[in-house]
């Protein structure tokens, strides 16, 4: 088990272009599973393959155990990796597909049939050992790709959206599998993915990757309460957050932060007359498709969602009183979108 | 260097290693034939000169022997004319013949397929004798007929072949779509599928005549005047005078007859491979 | 639409087939084609000939030598050609030359190459004095070394083939899977031989079956390079039938060792659509 750590982690692919990953500064804790999360093309699973050592970094410094591995092939640096497909050798049986990184680092063979049940085991696949890769389902697939990575008892632990295979009934049943696997070993586990939603189930702590450059490092509570900057604030939670530019702030507060005026006590909120346009009734909560009525963001669009719990009854073409507490407001600086202070303001 | 650096170099250098050594030996016959052409005789025929470099100064006389005293010229005309209308028959056969398979649906589609690929495994040197009584009885025996009765004979199963997988690669909604307005099957197989499959078509125009080009079995048995010869038969056979070989100028003709179709064949190889490998690579 | 190809592959290769077994049981002659049912007798005559044994020898001896040869050079070959470098498009070019050229035009290009005067390998060999001068080797005019210098052009001819073959079973193999392997800790070999080759299985068996028939049937080039000499040292199935039943006009013995290709030819065709099926099936 150790630290993975980068230094100033630059990747350029072609000289004059921008990076794909700009001068990138991670350091995971012990045994912490820790998620890299960004839309396609933020450089994630570049950072990702450059740990892993399959693509060289154009500057900057991997650590791996305190030591520098930037010159060590990837079979040097003790990790293991899950790739996105699996990357199930396909002419070997589950249990030769395991047993592979004991043959490939010399391990002795009489402790080859020990290891392999060991991390069949943990899996639960043990069952499936004389099976090849194209007779199993998606869900045992990655079973087994997980215990070929473990039987090598590695110090970290590299997944490349292993989930993004699945189909959605899938996805949850197998995250919760990864979750508890995480447990049981405790390995440092570096996790690249763009669904926010596993990043915050799954992750101790989250890299939020936008253009190659990180945003904001954070628990998924401190990066979805205190987002960093605009672009936190808008790609974790979903619906994303509403934001009205003023001139020299930006406002932002969450769709389940706008709720009907009554329901927030106390004086410290802003109130506002929402036109419903749209509603989607999605059995535990309604979300309102509007916009603002009134002041200087007239038909400024904005979305409101209300638990089961709240009153219901709000019809498109009505125009109703909405109000948001002011500890819920988030606060941008308007040239920056960093996060800034609160400040006061009017909009009518 | 670091030890990686070291390392790194190994695979690299064994990697030019061995594409040059291959190169070398695939391509220097044609090197060795580029320089024959333009070697005097006495050079040529000099045992002890360098073989590789013009000891004497390179002279055109292969070429205007070549070009005007041998039938060269007329059997590249033959060849041209045969390579043109074995293409049209083969397309006759084969676009439609494909077509009808590629969406021929179920098991006999698939049948039709495999039988198909298995005639173009009966090669000519099983074929040749029964087809020369044939084409005497015919009485194209001697003629550039003969061969454009013949050859469609493996053009034909291969083009097939190469258009069911390229037809198959379109998909059925297009023409479904077509015939919902109001075209009837065989309009939209001439109206949509053929103008979007040029490139197929184009292909299989490419393959039929080098392959046209380089038949040698049945030119040979079936024609022997040499004003009627193919390219690929006439070179070896008749630019000879008795037991004398000019190899001056047979080898500014293999270099000549060779580098086109080498040009055309390797633009459109990919799709060649893959009608060879149809099947075998996911 | 699929009736005129297959008319025309009935007629011009289903006929001859049969025309072919019918005349194995003749007696027929160029000068004399009726047909005289004789039985078994063609058979019995050219299975004690020694010509016919030594061709039927030959045809399996050329083959399976040609065959390992140029597996194992394709490979290498496709290894190095995988990954992209500069110029790799006219190295390409280079190496499918042997493959594109007529192959009449190559066989006679490496006739003057094997020459036993002139020959540039000889001059050489001589030059890094391996040889003596007018020592020279006859590479066609000795039995062994015609036999060499017969396997070595189809192996010429066919090393461009399949490396392209293989390139592009080399290319479909996603590219995560030697990734894990060397993260897993495999080394070049290793992935090499217990990942990439036994994934390229299917490819390298469509590459070795079409060399198989290829060479096999292939009668251009012994007919240019020896004629089947010296001493029917260099005959092969498909020459020795054409020589027998063309050139020495007895339509029947030919047609009966013709034959004798089609054992072969079934066992290939059962293998390939094994491959094929298996290949569905995965």
């Avoid at chain 1, 007779?135 to 473990?150: N, W």
């Avoid at chain 1, 599998?177 to 915050?200: C, G």
């Avoid at chain 3, 044994?53 to 290498?76: D, E, G, K, P, Y």
């Avoid at chain 3, 054409?242 to 079934?266: C, Y």
Wanted: glycine share 8%.
């Amino acid at each position: 088990m150790a630290v993975v750590e980068t230094r100033n982690l630059t990747k350029v692919f072609k000289q004059g272009d921008l990076g794909a990953v700009n001068n990138v500064n991670i350091e995971t804790r012990e045994g912490e599973f820790l998620v890299l999360l960004g839309p396609s093309g933020s450089g994630k699973t570049t950072l990702l393959r450059m740990i892993a050592g399959l693509e060289t970094p154009t500057t900057g410094e991997i650590r791996i155990g305190g030591e520098v591995v930037n010159e060590r092939s990837p079979r040097e640096r003790g990790i293991a990796m899950v790739f996105q497909s699996y990357a199930l050798y396909p002419h070997l049986s589950v249990y030769e597909n395991i047993a592979f990184p004991l043959k490939a680092q010399k391990i002795p063979k009489n402790q080859h049939k020990q290891k392999v049940e060991w991390a069949a085991g943990l899996l639960g696949i043990q069952s499936l050992l004389q099976r090849k890769p194209r007779q199993l389902s998606g869900g045992e697939r990655q079973r087994v790709a997980l215990a070929r990575a473990i039987v090598r008892e590695p110090r970290v632990f590299l997944l490349d959206e292993p989930l993004s295979n699945l189909d959605a009934k899938l996805r949850a049943s197998a995250r919760e599998e990864l979750e508890q696997f995480h447990d049981r070993i405790k390995t440092t586990t570096i996790y690249v993915t763009h669904d926010q939603v596993e990043a915050m189930a799954l992750g101790d702590r989250i890299v939020v990757l936008h253009k190659g450059e990180v945003r904001q490092i954070g628990t998924p509570e401190e990066v979805y309460d205190q987002p960093a900057d605009t672009f936190v604030a808008t790609f974790l939670g979903s619906p994303p957050m509403n934001l009205l530019e003023f001139p020299d702030i930006i406002v932002g507060f969450r769709p389940e932060s706008l709720v009907p005026e009554g329901v927030v006590p106390g004086a410290a909120q802003v109130k506002l007359r929402f036109r419903v346009n749209y509603v989607e009734y999605l059995g535990a909560e309604h979300v309102l498709y509007g916009s603002l009525e009134g002041g200087n963001f007239e038909s400024k669009e904005i979305v409101a969602r209300l638990s089961w719990t709240m009153p219901t009854g709000y019809k498109a073409g009505g125009v109703y009183d909405f109000a948001i507490a002011q500890i819920d407001l988030r606060f941008f600086d308007r040239k920056t979108e960093k996060r800034t202070q609160p400040r006061p303001f009017t909009w009518q | 260097m670091t030890r990686r650096d070291w390392r790194k170099l190994g695979p690299g250098a064994a990697k030019f290693a061995t594409l040059a050594t291959f190169v070398v030996l695939l391509a220097f016959p044609f090197y060795w034939m580029l320089i024959a052409t333009f070697k005097q005789n006495i050079d040529l025929y000099a045992v002890e000169n360098n073989p590789f470099k013009f000891n004497l100064p390179p002279t055109l006389d292969h070429l205007k022997l070549l070009f005007f005293e041998t039938g060269y010229v007329r059997w590249i005309g033959n060849t041209a004319l045969v390579g043109v209308i074995v293409v049209i028959i083969t397309l006759f056969l084969a676009v439609p013949a494909a077509y009808s398979l590629a969406r021929l649906t179920g098991r006999w589609g698939q049948r039709m397929g495999i039988a198909i690929f298995l005639t173009y495994l009966i090669p000519p040197t099983l074929l040749f004798i029964p087809l020369s009584r044939v084409v005497a009885v015919l009485g194209l025996q001697d003629t550039i007929w003969s061969v454009v009765l013949v050859y469609p004979s493996f053009t034909v199963p291969f083009s097939i072949w190469l258009l069911m997988g390229f037809f198959k690669s379109i998909p059925k909604e297009l023409e479904d779509a077509a015939m919902v307005d109001g075209l009837t099957r065989f309009g939209a197989f001439v109206k949509l599928v053929i103008p979007i499959s040029t490139s197929g078509i184009l292909t299989v125009v490419i393959f039929t005549f080098t392959l046209v080009t380089q038949e040698f079995v049945y030119a040979l048995t079936f024609i022997s005047p040499e004003s009627q010869q193919m390219v690929g038969v006439g070179i070896p056979i008749f630019l000879v005078r008795g037991d004398v070989y000019f190899w001056g100028s047979l080898m500014a003709a293999c270099l000549i007859t060779s580098v086109p179709i080498a040009l055309l064949y390797n633009t459109f190889l990919d799709r060649f491979i893959a009608g060879f490998t149809v099947g075998a690579v996911k | 639409m699929f009736f005129p190809a297959a008319a025309y592959i009935v007629l011009l290769i289903g006929g001859p087939l049969v025309l072919a077994v019918m005349y194995a049981f003749s007696d027929a002659r160029i000068g004399n084609p009726g047909f005289h049912y004789v039985g078994l007798e063609n058979f019995r005559s050219i299975l004690q000939s020694p010509s016919f044994r030594a061709a039927l020898r030959n045809s399996v001896v050329f083959t399976v030598v040609a065959q390992i040869i140029v597996i194992v050079c394709s490979t290498m070959l496709s290894i190095a050609l995988e990954k992209p470098f500069r110029g790799r498009k006219f190295t390409r070019f280079l190496i499918l030359l042997p493959w594109v050229a007529p192959i009449s035009l190559g066989a006679i290009g490496w006739k003057w190459i094997l020459d036993s005067i002139y020959s540039v390998i000889t001059w050489v060999l001589i030059w890094l004095h391996v040889c003596k001068p007018y020592g020279a080797p006859m590479w066609l005019g000795e039995p062994k070394l015609a036999m060499a210098s017969v396997i070595l052009v189809h192996c010429w001819r066919l090393i461009p083939f399949s490396t392209v073959i293989m390139l592009a079973g080399l290319t479909a193999i996603p590219k995560d899977i030697p990734e894990a392997a060397a993260i897993d800790g495999a080394g070049f070999w290793r992935i090499l031989f217990r990942i990439n080759i036994p994934m390229m299985a299917p490819i390298i068996s469509v590459a070795v079956l079409f060399g198989t028939i290829f060479t096999f049937t292939d009668m251009t080039v012994v007919y240019i390079l020896t004629a089947g000499g010296p001493f029917d040292s260099t005959q092969t199935l498909p020459s020795l039938a054409f020589a027998t039943g063309i050139q020495g006009s007895d339509l029947a013995a030919g047609a009966a060792m013709s034959l004798f290709l089609i054992p072969v030819l079934v066992l290939i065709a059962y293998f390939m659509l094994r491959a094929a099926h298996r290949a569905e099936v995965t």
